[in-house]
C-alpha cells in the first residue's frame, strides 16, 4: 500500500504527483463549494479512506471526501524551515537543544473516522507545523517513544532516562520532552531522580488541547519549553505548561513539586507545596524567576545516570473502610515497596496497622504521604501516627503521594532495599521533592474568597 | 477504681471530696511554686496517676504532680450553663438542635503521658468548655461513638445515619456531627445519601487543631456549625468549617463537594467543582448565601433513611506501571464495586482494561473518576477512553473520587447490584454531587497569580 502523509490509494498518488505536501495551501473545489486551506497530513493509515484534511483560515479543520470530478489545485508550497540545526556536532553552536517526543496530546490528532484523539503526529510534523520554534533555538526533533501518558511504564522512564542522558553527554543545551499530559508528572520526577548532576534543564511539556482544535495550547506551550530549555538558569526536570487559561505566560514548575490538577484546563499544572520556579512569556523569551532554582545550569557538569525503575511498587489509597487484605495481598505478592496516601497528617484505619508491620517485618518499606496534597504530614500528632511509626512507617514530610510512588521506585532500583537505606534516601531531598518551610502564601485562594 | 474526672486514686478523692469539678478555678501551692487556673479533666485514666492539668491564663496547659505538702485551694466555681434544653418534648420549642459527638480533634485532648492527642472529650465537658453555645440555640448533645475519623467505617455510617434519622423523626432544628477532620468529607458524603428528603441540615464540624492549643478553631467551628444547623435556609448534609486562616468567617460546604485539602490548615476544607454555600460570621450569626441551595429546610418534610452501605467497595488510583494483578485480586475476591481514581479525562494504563473488562464481566461496576480533582471526566475523547467505555466503565463527570467511592458503597447496599440500576443510580444527581456546568472561576487561583 502507498502511504503518503497517512494519504492512501488514488488520493495519495494525486497529491504525490502534484507535489503537494502537508503544510501547502489547497483548494479544492466539489459540486458548487469550495474549500480553501492548509493540507494537513493524515493520522489513521486506511486504506480505501479518500477523504482529504484541509485546515481552513478560521482554523478549523474539515474533511472533504473527494469524488469523482472534484477539483484539487495547488495555490502555495508551505514555507521553508531554514534554521534547523543539528547537535553536538564539532564546533556545536550554543543554544542547541533536542526535542524528545514521546507521544500525547502534543502530538495527537483526530482520528477522523472514530472522532477520538490518537497519538501519531511525527516530529518531523511537529516542526512543519510550528516552523517559529526554530527562532528560539537551532533544535533537532525525534521521536522516542509513541504512547499514551496513562501507558507509560517505570520501564519507559529508564529507556527516557538513558536517551535524555546521552543528550546531555553529547552537550545539549536542554532537552524538551513531549510528553501526553495525564502523567507527565509523574515522569518528570522519575527524570528529576533518574539523572544525578543534570548540567542542562529536562522540559516536559504537553497539551491540554488536541493541536487542531482552536484553542489548542501546543504551540505556546513548546514555545514556553523551548525557552526554558535553552535560555533557562536552571539545571532541574520541569514541567512547563500554561500558567492561566489566558495565552500569556508559561509556567515552569519544578518537576517533583507539581500536579495535574484539572482535567481539562490548560492551566491545569501547578505547584503544590512550593512556587513555579519561573514564568516565560513565550512571545518576548523574557524569563522571570519567581521562585527558587535548587541546581543551576552548568554545561560544564557532568551527568550521572541512575535510572532504573523498580515496578513492584503499589500506591494505596487510605478511605474509610479500606481492606487489610489489600495491603495483606501486596506483601504475599512480594511488592518491592508501598505508598500509603493517607489521610490528613498521615493516618490510615488502626485495623491496617497489623498488615503493615507484617510487610516491614518481611522487609517492605511503607512510606506515608497525605491525601490532602498540600501540607505536611505528621504521625507525631496523634497515636494512630504513633502506632504508624512504631510499626515502621516512614513520613514523608510534604512530598506528594505520586512523587513518593516515583522516587521510591527509583531508590529501591538505584539505591538499595534495606529498609534503612530506603529510609535515609527518602528523607534526603535530592530535587527538591521536600519543601521545609511552607509560607502561608503557598495554598491557593479559592473562587469566594 | 475510683474515676472522677478521669483522675483516680487519692487525687480524685480529694478533688471530689472538695467538690471541685473541671472548670473551677484553682491554685496549687507546690513547694514555692503557685500555680492558678481551671481545672481540666483527665483523658487517660491510669491508676496510680497523681498529675492535676491546670489551664492557665495565658491558655496553656500544664500538668503538676501532687506530691506531699501539695495544697490545692478552690477559688471559683466554673459558670452554670443554665440555657441548655432537651429537644422534642411536648411543645418543643424552634430552634433546638442536636449535637452528636463521633470523636476526633473537636473532642479530643492531650495525653499528658505520651504526648499524643487522643480523642476523649466528652459531650458534656464540650458543653462546660464552650458555653456560650447556647446562646445560639437550645441544645442537646451525646456522645454516638468516639472513634478517630480514619478509624470510620461504612458500618459506623449506617449507625450514624440511624441516629441522626431518628433525630429528625423527634423534630430537631438541625444536627451538628462533631467529627474528626481526616475522614469528615467522607462521612459527609455519606450522610447525604443515607437519608433522603432531609427536613433539616446535618452539619459536619471538627477542628484542625486541639482544643487545649491556643489557636484552636474548634469553638468558632462549632459556632459556625450551630448557627448553620439552627438557622441556615438549608436541608442537606454540609461541612462547616474555617474559611481562612483568619478567624472570621466560617464556610458551609456540601458534603458532597468538600474535601481537606492541606494536612494542617484552618481552612483545609474546600469545594472543589462547586462554590461553599455560605459563608457563616460566627460572631454576629450573620448567614451570607454565597453559592446555591439545592434542597431548602422544611421541617414538615418526612425524611427517608436508605442507610445501608456496602463495605466490598475499594478504590484503586491510577499510576505509571499500576499493576493490573490488584485489579485481577479485586474481582477474584469478589469484591462488589471498584473506583478508579484515573489520570486527567478518566484514564488507566491500556493493559488494566483486560482485567477491568473481565470485572464488568462478572457483574462488579468499575466507576471513573480523575485525580484531577478539579474538572470533569470524558472518555469520549481519546482512544483509551472509547476503550473503557466499551468494557462497560461508568464514567462519573465531576465527582470526587472518595464521593464515587462512598455514593458506590451506598448504591451497592440500598439500591442494586445489577449493573444498568447502578449506573443509573451514581449518574443521577441525588445531593449535588455532580455539576454539570463549571465556571472559570471554580478553580482556585494560586499564588503567583
Known amino acids: 500500500m502507498f502511504v503518503y502523509h497517512g494519504y492512501t490509494g488514488k488520493l495519495a498518488s494525486l497529491l504525490s504527483s502534484m507535489n503537494i505536501e502537508p503544510g501547502d495551501r489547497i483548494k479544492v473545489v466539489k459540486g458548487g463549494e469550495v474549500f480553501e486551506g492548509v493540507l494537513m497530513p493524515r493520522y489513521t493509515i486506511r486504506s480505501g479512506e479518500d477523504i482529504l484534511v484541509i485546515k481552513l483560515d478560521n482554523g478549523y479543520n474539515v474533511g472533504v471526501k473527494i469524488e469523482e470530478g472534484s477539483q484539487i489545485s495547488l495555490l502555495s508550497k508551505k514555507p521553508r524551515v531554514e534554521r534547523r540545526g543539528r547537535i553536538g556536532e564539532a564546533g556545536g553552536r550554543r543554544g542547541e537543544i533536542v526535542l524528545l517526543s514521546t507521544g500525547?496530546?502534543?502530538?495527537?490528532?483526530?482520528?477522523?473516522?472514530?472522532?477520538?484523539?490518537?497519538?501519531?503526529?511525527?516530529?518531523?510534523?511537529?516542526?512543519?507545523?510550528?516552523?517559529?520554534?526554530?527562532?528560539?533555538?537551532?533544535?533537532?526533533?525525534?521521536?522516542?517513544?509513541?504512547?499514551?501518558?496513562?501507558?507509560?511504564?517505570?520501564?519507559?522512564?529508564?529507556?527516557?532516562?538513558?536517551?535524555?542522558?546521552?543528550?546531555?553527554?553529547?552537550?545539549?543545551?536542554?532537552?524538551?520532552?513531549?510528553?501526553?499530559t495525564d502523567m507527565m508528572s509523574y515522569s518528570a520526577a522519575a527524570l528529576a531522580f533518574a539523572i544525578r548532576d543534570k548540567p542542562v534543564p529536562i522540559v516536559?511539556?504537553?497539551?491540554?488541547?488536541?493541536?487542531?482544535?482552536?484553542?489548542?495550547?501546543?504551540?505556546?506551550?513548546?514555545?514556553?519549553?523551548?525557552?526554558?530549555?535553552?535560555?533557562?538558569?536552571?539545571?532541574e526536570s520541569v514541567v512547563a505548561m500554561h500558567a492561566s487559561t489566558s495565552d500569556e505566560m508559561i509556567a515552569v514548575h519544578r518537576g517533583v513539586k507539581v500536579r495535574k490538577m484539572h482535567t481539562s484546563r490548560r492551566d491545569a499544572f501547578q505547584s503544590i507545596n512550593d512556587k513555579p520556579i519561573a514564568l516565560v512569556n513565550p512571545y518576548t523569551g523574557e524569563i522571570k524567576i519567581v521562585g527558587r532554582i535548587l541546581r543551576e545550569r552548568d554545561r560544564g557538569r557532568t551527568p550521572i545516570l541512575e535510572g532504573r525503575f523498580d515496578n513492584r511498587v503499589a500506591l494505596v489509597k487510605a478511605y474509610p473502610g479500606v481492606q487489610p487484605e489489600i495491603i495483606d495481598f501486596l506483601?504475599?505478592?512480594?511488592?518491592?515497596?508501598?505508598?500509603?496516601?493517607?489521610?490528613?497528617?498521615?493516618?490510615?484505619?488502626?485495623?491496617?496497622?497489623?498488615?503493615?508491620?507484617?510487610?516491614?517485618?518481611?522487609?517492605?518499606?511503607?512510606?506515608?504521604?497525605?491525601?490532602?496534597?498540600?501540607?505536611?504530614?505528621?504521625?507525631?500528632?496523634?497515636?494512630?501516627?504513633?502506632?504508624?511509626?512504631?510499626?515502621?512507617?516512614?513520613?514523608?514530610?510534604?512530598?506528594?503521594?505520586?512523587?513518593?510512588y516515583v522516587k521510591l521506585s527509583w531508590v529501591l532500583a538505584n539505591k538499595s532495599r534495606d529498609l534503612s537505606e530506603v529510609r535515609k534516601w527518602m528523607l534526603t531531598n535530592l530535587e527538591g521533592e521536600i519543601t521545609y518551610r511552607h509560607t502561608l502564601d503557598l495554598f491557593p485562594r479559592w473562587p469566594y474568597e
Open 104 to 180: 500525547g496530546t502534543i502530538a495527537s490528532k483526530i482520528d477522523y473516522e472514530t472522532g477520538a484523539v490518537v497519538p501519531a503526529l511525527s516530529t518531523e510534523e511537529i516542526i512543519e507545523w510550528a516552523p517559529d520554534l526554530a527562532d528560539i533555538a537551532l533544535f533537532e526533533a525525534r521521536e522516542v517513544m509513541s504512547v499514551f501518558s496513562e501507558d507509560i511504564t517505570p520501564e519507559d522512564w529508564e529507556r527516557l532516562a538513558r536517551e535524555v542522558y546521552e543528550e546531555m553527554n553529547r552537550g545539549v543545551a536542554g532537552v524538551v520532552i513531549a510528553h501526553g
Open 204 to 235: 516536559f511539556v504537553g497539551s491540554q488541547r488536541s493541536s487542531d482544535r482552536p484553542s489548542s495550547d501546543s504551540i505556546l506551550n513548546l514555545k514556553g519549553a523551548f525557552i526554558t530549555a535553552a535560555k533557562a538558569p536552571l539545571a
Open 331 to 404: 506483601v504475599d505478592k512480594g511488592f518491592h515497596g508501598i505508598v500509603i496516601e493517607g489521610s490528613g497528617l498521615g493516618h490510615i484505619a488502626n485495623r491496617l496497622i497489623e498488615s503493615i508491620k507484617r510487610g516491614v517485618e518481611n522487609g517492605i518499606p511503607f512510606v506515608m504521604t497525605s491525601q490532602c496534597l498540600f501540607g505536611r504530614v505528621n504521625l507525631n500528632v496523634y497515636s494512630t501516627g504513633r502506632r504508624l511509626l512504631e510499626a515502621g512507617v516512614i513520613p514523608l514530610e510534604d512530598m506528594l503521594p505520586e512523587v513518593a
